[in-house]
Each structure stands twice: as C-alpha cells, then as structure tokens.
C-alpha cells in the first residue's frame, strides 16, 4: 500500500514539473523582435561575389561588391 502512494506522489510530483518545463520552453521559443530582418542578396556583376542588395554597388542594372568591380565593368 506504501508503496503506491509512492508511486502516486512521485506521478503528481512528475506532471507539476513537466508542465512547468513546458510552460518555459513555450516562453523561450517565441520569436524575438530583434532577430535580424532578412535581405535579399545579388551576385557581383564581375566576380560573382553574393552581397546584400542594401550594400552593393548599382550601375547601369548591374550589381558590384565594391566600387573597384564596378569600374572595371562586368566579368
């Protein structure tokens, strides 16, 4: 008889802990705001280096990793 009220006790005292372990992990996985927003990417018209759109060089519908690529034109 001691022996299942150990048992009854030990299952109470697992599902309290479960559902608290999964209370935190359901907080720790909501994404964050501060993740960095994803850019689009474009190759470099004379070496074919993938840079953010937001950094590369435009020039005449070409994109260039630097201003050096873009004076010496498409490869």
Same mark, same amino acid.
């Given at each position: 008889m001691k022996y299942l009220v150990l048992l009854a006790v030990l299952a109470v005292a697992y599902g309290?802990?479960? #559902?608290q372990r999964e209370a935190? $992990?359901?907080? #720790?996985s909501t994404p964050s705001s501060n993740l960095p927003r994803v !850019?689009?990417?474009v190759a470099c *018209? +004379?070496?074919g280096l993938h840079t953010p759109a937001a950094? *590369? $060089?435009?020039? !005449?519908? +070409? +994109?260039y990793c630097s201003l050096a690529h873009r004076q010496q034109g498409p490869a």
């Open positions: 309290i802990w479960r #559902s935190t $992990v359901r907080r #720790s !850019q689009n990417m *018209a +004379h070496c950094d *590369a $060089v435009e020039h !005449q519908g +070409h +994109h």
